[in-house]
């Protein structure tokens, strides 16, 4: 399976975007999808990952209420809707896939990446 990020950019403070990652292969509607974030000089960490069916999602504290998480099987697409972004937002965010977990914040559970989006919150 292959992915392709897509959607980030230059937002101010309390700003919204949209990422969408669109996906390649059949195993896509049986994986597992999460969102990531690596900030210069910090480690990846995990935003948001949803179930292979879109029934159950689950957030880092960092951004609940504020991202939404959410797929379409039929289009092989996931996506992160970002409401009230602050400037600590700010990162390279990537999309992932995974076919042995069903629902995980572990990156290393996850079997396949895409490429990453900048997003960029200016305050």
């Known amino acids: 399976v292959q992915l392709q990020a897509s959607g980030g950019g230059l937002v101010q403070a309390g700003g919204s975007l949209r990422l969408f990652c669109a996906a390649s292969g059949r195993t896509f509607s049986d994986s597992a999808m999460g969102w990531f974030r690596q900030a210069p000089g910090k480690e990846r960490e995990f935003v948001a990952a949803i179930n292979w069916s879109g029934s159950r999602s689950y957030y880092a504290d960092s951004v609940k209420g504020r991202f939404t998480i959410s797929r379409d099987n039929a289009v092989n697409t996931v996506s992160l809707q970002m409401n009230s972004l602050k400037p600590e937002d700010t990162a390279v965010y990537y999309c992932?896939?995974?076919?042995?977990?069903?629902?995980?914040?572990?990156?290393?559970?996850?079997?396949?990446w895409g490429q990453g989006t900048q997003v960029t919150v200016s305050s």
């Open positions: 992932a896939g995974s076919v042995i977990a069903t629902l995980t914040t572990t990156p290393e559970k996850y079997n396949y």
